[in-house]
């Protein structure tokens, strides 16, 4: 804690003289977060499909293409893609590419797709064009086709330009081609094409029993009820199918999933031969799953490889990865932490890839028996790297320096780019070998608030009553003064699959926390128990009552505010956004006399309300723990209200819906209870873009008013 402390204190001061550093303003800190005080980055940065080449914008109209040596091989222009584009105006900046192959290229243009070959003549190519409302855009390499979704059906275009309807459903309640369960499980898209690009298997979500629910739109100069399928912790959920078409028979087959349809399906995984779809089925209930391997001919089930159960809750994230014909890799939690586990094709366990209790963070591919993967620290704040031989008993950590890295691993395997920062280090990008060793520096960004007068970050741990060690984070301000009595913005989340506090630049804090602290506060944060990467004990201790557990742990952090000498303890107020606005909202009931004022952006308020698939997770179903939806139903504590309190919401929010903040407020005007209510209209679950300043502008002024 000290070390990471005094860095980056001396980090500040010495890259910059402190009498030409400015004020940071407010407006700097939210609309130039991302680009002008972001550390200085490669633009497009990414290997090569085929060679250990990689490519990156030196401009907006120049692309490098360098070997893995960092020696420029050659380089693209803007106007050689512009030229003979099909009628378009000529591309005002480099468009985003993706390599298909060693020399080739694919961009759009204004739903135009194109390739582009590096060798000559150097020109693009029309390959097809997609309508505007096409959606889910899935690329297929092998054969140069692309699968789309139109007005919830399945489609795909061939190199003629020929669209092909893979699906033609009337019902507005069936949608095909799209992820399903509200992106949980680690679902992220809905098309899954086979190896040789010849299939593709895709979702399919029957809607019509899943309960209407209407968001008020009023764009365009008028008032119109967009309704929206929300399944709400409790109520019925959508039923999904597998299907699996064959371009070549120009035939479709579904997946017999069997029974109960309330059921999940995720984690698709195609087998080396196109033989076999590997599918992970879970039960509504989130405590047992089952990996079923089915017959890609007929959709037949096969086979169920293996199982795993739960008294609280099993929780899929990743399909399998094969590393052979016979072989395959296996990520789950069962025994406490986040690994790799080696089974044989027919579902035969052989071993654990890592015999301690770490965290896997990403799997990047093997080579030669050797696997290559990442972790994350023992403490959770810091990314290390992994070369494990699976055929003898060697594994070792290749990068292990505690910052926070981002590989990604060349096409041969020998080579990953690495990305990397800490509190101290801005940005570093460079090539490293597989064995971890430095090949060339590509970037070392400098520091890009050395104009401008930041605060100290300390970051440090706070135990629990069980020794449990709480990663936390304190901003002060930049003339910090021990002597004097700061006012303290308690900053919180603490919920599932979210992790504030890293050792990366700024500490994962974002800037704007840096601009209150130089307006004389000091802003703090604790990741307490139920945040992510922590372990499975860690996260599932709040399972069955949600906010209780993470309750007592922000207050540990509370009870270290109070002790420190600088801290004004009659002046804390408390913030979160999400599960953080539950979590503001929870605390200032709960802890009346502790906190002057909150603000709850988004604000979960009813756990009935939120959509199943997360709730009934960490919650289970509401008849199986009544006691539990009871207790943590915030609406039902209303009176307990004594400070000021702002909530916040999307109009358009189809995350945590508008009801959650308006039953609230009803409640609170049944009671006579003072609250204050401000609605984005054009937002959903957050606000973004220019509009975001409004937002942290008003949150600022509403904290200052009150926390006096």
């Known amino acids: 804690m000290k070390q990471i402390y005094i860095t980056l204190f001396l980090f500040l001061i010495c890259t910059s003289s402190v009498t030409s550093q400015k004020d940071l303003t407010l407006e700097d800190a939210v609309l130039k977060r991302w680009n002008l005080l972001s550390p200085k980055k490669l633009k497009s940065l990414s290997w090569n499909s085929e060679i250990d080449n990689f490519s990156y914008l030196k401009s907006d109209s120049v692309l490098y293409i360098c070997d893995h040596t960092n020696t420029i091989k050659d380089s693209l ?24 192959n060693s020399h080739t290229i694919h961009f759009m243009n204004e739903k135009k797709y194109y390739s582009f070959n590096t060798k000559r003549p150097r020109k693009s190519n029309f390959l097809f064009e997609l309508d505007e409302s096409a959606l889910n855009i899935d690329f297929n390499s092998q054969r140069n086709w692309c699968a789309y979704t139109k007005d919830n059906n399945l489609y795909i275009v061939d190199l003629a330009n020929n669209h092909l309807s893979i699906t033609n459903e009337s019902n507005p309640d069936i949608v095909v081609g799209a992820p399903v369960h509200r992106y949980e499980f680690g679902i992220y898209k809905g098309t899954f094409w086979s190896n040789s690009g010849d299939k593709i298997a895709f979702y399919k979500k029957d809607e019509s029993m899943v309960m209407d629910y209407p968001l008020l739109d009023i764009a365009n100069n008028g008032t119109n009820s967009n309704i929206i399928k929300y399944p709400m912790a409790g109520t019925e959920s959508h039923h999904v199918s597998i299907g699996i078409f064959d371009i070549k028979k120009n035939k479709t087959i579904y997946l017999k999933t069997g029974e109960p349809k309330e059921q999940y399906l995720t984690n698709i995984s195609w087998g080396p031969n196109d033989n076999f779809i590997y599918v992970v089925l879970l039960n509504r209930d989130q405590n047992h799953l089952k990996l079923n391997k089915y017959s890609v001919k007929d959709g037949r089930l096969i086979a169920t490889l293996l199982e795993e159960k739960s008294d609280k809750y099993v929780q899929p994230l990743h399909p399998i990865e094969f590393i052979s014909n016979n072989q395959f890799l296996w990520r789950s939690e069962r025994n406490g932490a986040d690994n790799l586990f080696l089974y044989n094709i027919d579902g035969e366990f052989i071993k654990n890839i890592l015999d301690k209790k770490y965290l896997i963070k990403d799997y990047y591919g093997c080579k030669d028996g050797i696997i290559y993967f990442s972790s994350f620290t023992s403490d959770g704040l810091g990314v290390d790297l992994w070369h494990v031989n699976l055929n003898k008993k060697y594994q070792k950590k290749i990068v292990a320096d505690g910052n926070y890295h981002h590989f990604a691993l060349s096409p041969s395997k020998n080579f990953f780019i690495d990305k990397y920062s800490s509190t101290s280090i801005p940005l570093v990008t460079r090539i490293i070998n597989n064995k971890g060793n430095i090949v060339t520096e590509l970037l070392k960004s400098n520091n890009p608030l050395s104009d401008y007068k930041i605060g100290e970050l300390e970051l440090f741990k706070i135990k629990t009553e069980a020794n449990i060690k709480l990663n936390a984070r304190i901003i002060k301000p930049y003339n910090f003064d021990k002597k004097i009595k700061y006012p303290v913005l308690f900053y919180v989340y603490n919920g599932p699959g979210v992790q504030l506090i890293n050792n990366r630049w700024l500490g994962g804090a974002p800037l704007w926390m840096y601009y209150l602290a130089n307006q004389g506060y000091i802003v703090f944060t604790l990741d307490g128990r139920g945040s992510e990467n922590r372990g499975r004990d860690f996260e599932q201790a709040i399972y069955g009552e949600l906010g209780n557990i993470e309750m007592i742990d922000q207050m540990k952090g509370y009870n270290y505010l109070t002790k420190q000498s600088y801290v004004d303890h009659k002046r804390i107020a408390v913030h979160g956004w999400s599960y953080g606005g539950f979590m503001a909202t929870n605390l200032l009931l709960n802890y009346p006399d502790f906190f ?19 709730t009934e997770r960490y919650m289970s179903h509401p008849n199986k723990n009544s006691h539990g939806y009871d207790s943590t139903n915030l609406i039902n504590k209303v009176s307990q209200l004594k400070n000021p309190l702002l909530m916040i919401h999307g109009l358009i929010d189809d995350i945590v819906v508008p009801q959650h903040s308006l039953d609230f407020v009803t409640k609170a005007i049944d009671n006579n209870i003072k609250i204050d209510y401000f609605i984005y209209p054009d937002h959903p679950h957050n606000v973004r873009g220019k509009d975001r300043l409004h937002l942290i502008q008003k949150i600022i002024d509403y904290i200052r008013l009150h926390n006096k």
């Open 77 to 100: 222009l803007l106007k050689d893609l512009s030229f003979s584009l099909s009628g378009e105006e000529n591309l005002s900046h480099f468009p985003s590419i993706k390599w298909i």
């Open 596 to 614: 002057t004022c909150g603000v709850a952006g988004g604000p979960v308020t009813n756990w009935n309300y939120y959509e199943i698939m997360y």
